[in-house]
């Protein structure tokens, strides 16, 4: 009698206590630190990956359209665009809550128009030193540039509360933009939460110093953990809006993604409970860690094992069998070097400069790097422009694409760069050293690259060391202009070269434009094509604008990267759009089907 009215006890318990379902935890790594999260701090991709996934901007790329395709995310409609393109009026979808925080005291907080504005505001507060300022001078958002100066010339804190035409709230849920040139692609810069994701002033100063460690906002996630250079975990934000997936399927994509994304229709988004980010720089972890069921997505499969995990580009059969998924991706990206401008040894703009840096360019063996460093995985640069932007000419071939060696000597020999004191090594024109320094980091690949200049520049009797340091030192070293010449990507948030020709615009020294570079006629192409319309006589200016970044070389521009990420056969719906970078909204993951190691988890 007793047992059986404990086993009632049991099934009354079980009836009013279900066992909770296992929480979905998408786990991926990546292969370089992130910095913070205030977007108007940081620049990396790896931090404005995360923010993404947290803030808000106002558009958002449709996830699977092709072409490329713009769409509202927290706006009721997309944006109103006068005919000049010089004014853009958002009205924002009310009923969008940030996260919980403490810096709202208790109460649920919406989100509304000042919100963008403000956000907006921040990136001319010159206490932020803000890397994505350009973006907004550049279009001349009327009275913001001159408001900063102003202040900074009294030397007083950036007052927010000033009302400038070019940003301002015109009630609650409506605001407006006003530019001084017409500029038909400003709308894109609305799309990148990274940079002009929604920040609440409330938070920014609750946070002060802080608010790099605190981002808060209204997407899909929270910030749970940080653990900094090592591990990222976002939650499911519980005050999240109501969006169900709708997304189509790129039609190149896998059949079994297409046959996934149609059984999702309809869910509620996000469909993961958990992210969890860990930071591994070396390959071979980051790689194992996947194959061993750790990770469920690899993001660029490492050069190094390409041979094995995808013969011929093709996934191999072992994988196949794992029920492993491949998608294969050109990048909007430029992988390059830079020279900076103002050193004294690589910069300047007389011709034995010039000559020194297109000797250099001419020297380094780019077919090589690409067999054997990037494992063929990256097609050659002619120019900045990419495949997939907007700009790029299938016709311009440039010298940035050629190997040859007795050119690049015979330039050094024409311009006095030859070894005067007999110890095998050039020398400067005046007879001092011809010394370069190379910032590179520790990880594996970049020490291939590093042992391909190292090679390259030896063959051309130039001498190079190497300053190793982690990504985010560099980056300072960068901003400050302490380093001489530095390899790194650049990677788009439109699909529109614009970007990648702001490397070469004086408005964006420093930011974009980490060589300093500083030419009034690249200046005038560089602003001519940014008011024109998508066209012939666009496309041409573009083509120019890079001729002379060719012919001035502060730059190396050596690949356009083609990306293979994999998937675990428990995650569902795995796609990739080059310009959303919170993908984890748009997959599921099949607890029932993963490795029982990590159920629970």
């Known amino acids: 009698m007793k047992s059986k009215s404990l086993l009632t006890a049991l099934l009354l318990a079980c009836a009013l206590h279900p066992a909770q379902a296992a929480d979905k935890v998408l786990r991926y790594a990546f292969k370089v630190a992130e910095t913070g999260f205030d977007p108007v701090q940081v620049t990396d991709i790896y931090s404005k ?96 540039s001159e408001l900063r100066s102003e202040l900074m010339k009294a030397k007083k804190p950036f007052d927010y509360d000033r009302e400038v035409e070019g940003a301002k709230t015109l009630d609650r849920y409506t605001f407006q933009v006003k530019l001084g040139v017409s500029d038909p692609r400003f709308i894109y810069n609305f799309s990148d939460s990274g940079t002009f994701g929604a920040v609440a002033r409330e938070v920014v100063e609750f946070y002060g110093d802080k608010i790099m460690e605190h981002p808060v906002g209204t997407n899909a996630f929270q910030l749970a953990e940080w653990r900094r250079s090592s591990r990222i975990v976002l939650e499911k934000n519980p005050n999240f809006r109501d969006l169900r997936y709708a997304e189509t399927v790129p039609p190149e ?24 980010i860990e930071i591994i720089e070396e390959a071979q972890p980051r790689w194992l860690s996947f194959l061993r069921g750790e990770f469920d997505v690899i993001e660029e499969v490492p050069a190094d094992f390409t041979s094995i995990a995808m013969p011929n580009n093709r996934l191999a ?37 010039i000559a020194l840096r297109r000797a250099i360019n001419l020297a380094v063996d780019l077919d090589k790097e690409i067999r054997l460093v990037r494992r063929s995985q990256a097609v050659s640069s002619q120019g900045p422009i990419p495949p997939v932007s907007f700009g790029f000419n299938p016709e311009f071939k440039s010298e ?46 970049n020490r291939q690259l590093a042992e391909q200049w190292q090679k390259n520049m030896d063959a051309l009797g130039v001498r190079m060391k190497f300053k190793i340091a982690k990504w985010p030192e560099h980056l300072k070293s960068s901003n400050a202009a302490k380093l001489q010449m530095w390899g790194l990507g650049w990677v788009a948030s ?108």
């Open 253 to 276: 994509a896998d059949p079994r993604v297409k046959a996934e994304a149609a059984a999702l229709q309809g869910r509620k988004l996000p469909m993961v409970d958990r992210v969890v």
């Open 400 to 445: 940035m694409s050629e190997f040859n060696l007795a050119k690049a000597k015979a330039l050094l020999e024409l311009y006095g760069y030859t070894d005067k004191d007999g110890d095998g090594w050039r020398d400067m024109p005046d007879g001092s050293p011809l010394q370069l320094e190379y910032a590179t980091t520790p990880d594996a690949q």
């Open 317 to 353: 059969p072992n994988l196949a069998r794992q029920g492993i998924s491949m998608t294969r991706y050109p990048r909007a990206d430029v992988s390059y070097s830079y020279f900076n401008m103002q050193d004294p040894i690589v910069g300047g703009y007389t011709p034995d400069k």
């Open 494 to 601: 439109t699909p529109d070269g614009d970007t990648f020709l702001a490397m070469g615009s004086s408005k964006s020294k420093g930011n974009a434009n980490k060589a300093r570079f500083e030419l009034p006629a690249f200046e005038a192409l560089y602003d001519r094509q940014s008011t024109l319309p998508d066209g012939p006589e666009r496309a041409r200016l573009m083509t120019d604008a890079q001729r002379l970044l060719v012919a001035y070389a502060p730059y190396k521009f050596h690949v356009h990267r083609i990306w293979t990420d994999m998937a675990q056969p428990w995650v569902k719906g795995y796609s990739r759009n080059l310009f959303v970078r919170d993908f984890w909204k748009y997959v599921d993951i099949d607890v029932a089907a993963l490795p029982k190691a990590n159920q629970g988890q």
């Open 49 to 144: 990956a995360v923010i993404a996934g947290i803030l808000d901007a106002p558009l958002e790329y449709d996830f699977g359209a092709r072409p490329f395709k713009l769409r509202p995310a927290t706006l009721k409609a997309m944006p109103e665009i006068s005919a000049d393109f010089k004014t853009i009026t958002f009205h924002v979808q009310p009923g969008i809550y940030f996260s919980d925080d403490p810096a709202f005291g208790g109460k649920k907080r919406e989100l509304v128009a000042a919100d963008y504005v403000y956000s907006l505001k921040r990136h001319y507060d010159p206490k932020l030193k803000s890397g994505n300022l350009y973006l907004l001078e550049n279009a001349r958002l009327l009275g913001l």
